[in-house]
């Protein structure tokens, strides 16, 4: 028997801020579906949320920093005052 306690890490939920260059998105719709080439890449914004559970869910895109910043601040006033993690942390050039 050993007296060592194992602790299971508690996660908690949190919303994430990342950013990524773009250079080509697929639109799904009943039409069918197409492909958009972006030349030069652009840069968008995603804020996500993460829920202790596992679970995922998109909840912003846009081309601003300052836009994704005021919806994480949302998110997470909506969300139980949660962790806001913010990974872009400055805007790249």
Known sequence: MSNVVQ???RRSDRV?????????STVLSCRGEKRIVHA???LRYFVTLYE???GEIGLWDGASYGEAREAAREA???WRNCTII?????VPV
């Open 7 to 9: 602790f299971i890490p």
């Open 16 to 24: 994430v801020i990342d950013c990524a260059r773009v250079a080509e």
């Open 40 to 42: 030069p890449p652009v």
């Open 52 to 54: 202790a559970c596992g």
């Open 76 to 78: 997470s006033a909506d």
């Open 86 to 90: 913010d990974h872009v942390r400055e």
